[in-house]
């Protein structure tokens, strides 16, 4: 099947950067809109960025022009790029995939296993 493995999540102190990179294996003929969610602490899941296969990126408003959103297709990767890390970006950060299976031509939703995310001093 499919599985999304995602890394960089850590501790970092205010206006210090970050990367998270989630990749994706198994049996993918493709790999449609990848996107980054977050989760504070006490707060509900809500959409950071988001990467479509045509190259439309949106993010939320409040990291805009700090975070950046990529994704190598070849590898099947997407990354967040965070800079001036602020401590309300603290959370668990998700990886989201809309997949199509290789065998089949199905698309599901998949999710990663989350990293955490702390921002302080």
């Known amino acids: 099947q499919v599985q999304l493995v995602e890394s960089g999540g850590g501790l970092v102190q205010p206006g210090r950067s970050l990367t998270l990179s989630c990749a994706a294996s198994?049996?993918?003929?493709?790999?449609?809109?990848m996107a980054w969610y977050r989760q504070p602490p006490g707060k509900q899941r809500e959409l950071v960025a988001d990467?479509?296969?045509?190259?439309?990126?949106n993010y939320l408003d409040s990291v805009k022009g700090r975070f950046t959103i990529s994704r190598d297709n070849i590898k099947a990767t997407v990354y967040l790029q965070m800079n001036n890390l602020k401590p309300e970006d603290t959370a668990v950060y998700y990886c989201?995939?809309?997949?199509?299976?290789?065998?089949?031509?199905?698309?599901?939703?998949?999710w990663g296993q989350g990293t955490q995310v702390t921002v302080s001093s």
């Open positions: 990467f479509t296969l045509t190259g439309r990126i």
């Open positions: 198994g049996n993918i003929f493709r790999v449609n809109t």
């Open positions: 989201y995939a809309e997949i199509i299976e290789r065998y089949t031509r199905s698309t599901d939703a998949y």
